[in-house]
């Protein structure tokens, strides 16, 4: 009998997004408000001038999008200083994820990523019958000199997620730039910097200056965080002219939406939103590690606006009890680290409230 799924199809693992709203409200019914801490999007929800702009543009909704993304491309352009034709526009990252790895990955070419790395990575190598080779992490970091020993001639893809998720380490412009210089050019290194708007440090990474030098790099980003979009789903990458080329031949015609870039490019200008969610974040993440600090909860210090704790005991069940007091986290199981929770920086309210439930649930 012929199997209609492909084998490699049957074996991946179904990605489980944080818990939506809907799902709560529907299965768990929790008393009061919802705190929805699990899936690293801005509490202060999307830029004012994005709802705007939206609701400007509505009656065009019969109409199809852009294909070219030509005006948010512009608008991009203008923000990084780069030519629109090294700009390529997503579904979101994760959808030019999922095209990079259809546009670039031959069967039985060896994917490089780090063990509790982003997972569509992950799941992107197995879709294409690929190598998936996943280095563990050196002290919740990338490893870089480890990846660089696990290169070999097969090896089409590095992927590093910087700062990491769910982990919220970053590594620095130093580390990275030893890493460009030893690895091989034929060699595409895929950064993803879903996360870059919220990092302070000085020394994050330059990776525009790869682009610049030709070098078979894609830097990935994203409007889903600090931008407030995730509902609108759009991202972007910045590559080689030829490389665009080759992700959007393979991408479904129309796959960003109209609202989606028009919202983008109203978000990108929205330089109080911005500072207003840099702000809060910064203040959520201080009290927050003040707090784990008070209770003795293990945290990794974070680049982003999630802090990972490690409960050193299994996170789910503390997960499941605060899912029925309206609190929503992410365990980190299918990451291979089932003592983890993630926790999404909110409001001072909502990161106050879910420090309430989490001593009422947490037992050392
Ligand atoms: C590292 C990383 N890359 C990509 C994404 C996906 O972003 P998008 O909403 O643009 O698909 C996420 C989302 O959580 C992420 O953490």
């Not at 702000?279 to 293990?298: M, T, W």
């Amino acid at each position: 009998m012929k199997k209609i799924i492909r084998d490699n199809i049957s074996r991946i693992e179904r990605y489980e997004p944080g818990l939506p709203l809907e799902v709560i409200r529907r299965e768990l019914s929790p008393e009061g408000e919802i705190s929805k801490l699990a899936s690293n999007e801005n509490p202060l929800g999307p830029s004012p001038l994005a709802i705007q702009a939206i609701r400007e543009t509505l009656e065009e909704g019969n109409l199809y999008p852009d294909d070219s993304c030509y005006d948010l491309k512009k608008s991009l352009s203008e923000h990084l200083g780069i030519s629109s034709k090294n700009l390529c526009v997503g579904n979101g990252t994760t959808e030019l994820i999922l095209l990079l790895g259809v546009a670039f990955l031959n069967p039985g070419e060896t994917f490089i990523t780090s063990q509790s790395s982003f997972i569509m990575a992950k799941m992107v190598a197995q879709l294409m019958d690929s190598k998936l080779l996943e280095v563990p992490l050196n002290q919740n970091r990338h490893d870089l000199d480890a990846i660089l020993d696990s290169v070999s001639n097969d090896t089409k893809i590095v992927y590093f997620d910087n700062p990491m998720n769910p982990i919220g380490t970053m590594i620095t412009d130093q580390e990275f730039s030893g890493f460009m210089e030893r690895v091989p050019d034929d060699i595409l290194v895929v950064f993803d910097e879903a996360y870059y708007e919220y990092v302070n440090k000085e020394n994050y990474p330059k990776s525009l200056k790869y682009i610049e030098q030709g070098k078979n790099v894609i830097i990935l980003r994203t409007f889903s965080k600090i931008y407030g979009l995730a509902g609108l789903r759009v991202g972007y990458c910045i590559t080689k002219e030829d490389f665009v080329d080759a992700i959007e031949k393979v991408s479904p015609p129309f796959s960003v939406n109209r609202f989606a870039q028009i919202a983008a490019i109203a978000a990108l200008e929205d330089k109080d939103h911005i500072e207003k969610t840099k702000k809060i974040n910064e203040a959520g993440k201080e009290f927050l590690y003040e707090s784990f600090k008070k209770i003795s909860v293990f945290y990794i210090s974070s680049e982003t606006n999630f802090i990972t704790i490690d409960l050193k005991a299994e996170a789910e069940k503390i997960c499941k009890d605060l899912q029925r007091k309206g609190i929503i986290l992410r365990p980190l199981t299918m990451y291979g680290k089932p003592t983890f929770l993630r926790v999404t920086i909110g409001t001072m309210e909502q990161n106050k409230r879910f420090i309430e439930a989490f001593k009422q649930v947490y037992k050392q």
